[in-house]
């Protein structure tokens, strides 16, 4: 156990709908990443937040955003859902934004399934 | 931009054989290094990690990986497999300064016949 939680574990909705994807972070942690595992595009980096603030963004969609709340959990939202959006989401945590000599921890990670 | 190759996509082993899964880089600059593991249905584990000293580096479970700089390349081992190793195995490089999101290579999946 990481000590990261995501919720849900599985979802499963159609085409055109929106989700909510939640990551609490490790206790103390303030850096939340989120990452897509997908059969063809393989562990793909979405984006950071430290602190409450987005610090990077990678192959995020315009249909995706995210944002990390004062208590330090943070939510995915996924909109319009298409087909290909089908993927593994993980989000993980570290504790810090300088570089610390500290790796970040995985969730378990919300498996979505669009139909 | 960094990426990372894994060349082995599937790599099938008897109980006991020695494991190398190849790991190759691409960054300008310094990095961080990491293998994580993540057996069926289970998140991801970090197995391994380098920032900087001793380029061999002693991981989880019995996993070493050794960074050679000249090659751009860190190779994970493991001198006797186990069937509890069945898993899919990432290597991930993330830049020692600036963004610090992970970049993996696609996985190798190890299957170990016991």
């Known amino acids: 156990d990481s000590g990261v939680t995501q919720t849900p574990k599985h979802l499963i909705t159609a085409t055109g709908q929106r989700v909510t994807l939640r990551c609490s972070p490790r206790s103390g942690d303030l850096s939340v990443y989120w990452y897509q595992q997908s059969l063809d595009q393989g562990l793909q980096f979405l984006i950071h937040y430290y602190n409450g603030e987005e610090r990077a963004k990678g192959n995020i969609l315009e249909r995706f955003s995210a944002q990390q709340f004062p208590d330090l959990h943070s939510e995915l939202n996924l909109s319009s859902l298409e087909l290909g959006d089908s993927a593994l989401y993980f989000c993980?945590?570290?504790?810090?934004?300088?570089?610390?000599?500290?790796?970040?921890?995985f969730g378990p990670g919300t498996r979505l399934t669009v139909l | 931009a960094q990426s990372v190759s894994q060349h082995n996509h599937h790599v099938i082993l008897s109980e006991a054989a020695s494991l190398e899964l190849g790991c190759n880089y691409s960054?300008?600059?310094?990095?961080?290094l990491f293998w994580y593991v993540q057996y069926p249905g289970q998140h991801l584990q970090l197995l391994l990690k380098?920032?900087?000293?001793?380029?061999l580096v002693k991981g989880i479970k019995g996993f070493e990986a050794e960074f050679i700089k000249s090659k751009f390349s860190f190779n994970l081992r493991k001198p006797s497999v186990q069937w509890s190793d069945t898993a899919e195995y990432f290597c991930a490089v993330n830049a020692n300064f600036g963004n610090e999101k992970l970049t993996f290579g696609t996985g190798t999946r190890l299957t170990i016949i016991p």
């Open positions: 960054y300008g600059g310094t990095v961080n």
């Open positions: 993980a945590s570290r504790p810090g934004l300088a570089n610390s000599y500290n790796e970040q921890f």
């Open positions: 380098y920032f900087s000293g001793d380029p």
